[in-house]
């Protein structure tokens, strides 16, 4: 089992910026790939980014360069910066773990971190 622990979430202004955290433990496998997935209130679950262990990087297309994904393998850590955020941004963001490479990994869910843009 992986376990997964997001932090970052908050309310923020349109145009500002967050930065979320996820971090994994328990049994991590060396080939992986870790992700974001959003869910707005009514809609279904969509894919934001992903990253592998080699850091190849995957990205939803409405994001148009807005979102950065990142991490940092010595804290088993993967962090999505958001900036010039909007009101259509607001979901609750939900942290992945994936076995292998995969660029929209589903093994393993966190619990989700509230995001909430004002207008």
């Known amino acids: 089992q992986v376990q997964l622990v997001e932090s970052g979430g908050g309310l923020v202004q349109t145009g500002g910026s967050l930065r979320l955290s996820c971090t994994a433990s328990?049994?991590?496998?060396?080939?992986?790939?870790m992700g974001w997935s959003r869910q707005a209130p009514g809609k279904q679950r969509e894919f934001v980014a992903s990253i592998t262990n080699i850091h190849s990087t995957n990205y939803a297309a409405f994001l148009k360069g807005r979102f950065t994904i990142s991490r940092d393998d010595a804290k088993n850590t993967v962090y999505l910066q958001m900036n010039s955020l909007q009101p259509e941004d607001t979901a609750v963001y939900y942290c992945?773990?994936?076995?292998?490479?995969?660029?929209?990994?589903?093994?393993?869910w966190g619990q989700g971190t509230q995001v909430t843009v004002s207008p």
């Open positions: 328990g049994s991590l496998v060396s080939v992986n790939s």
């Open positions: 992945s773990y994936g076995i292998g490479w995969s660029g929209n990994p589903i093994d393993y």
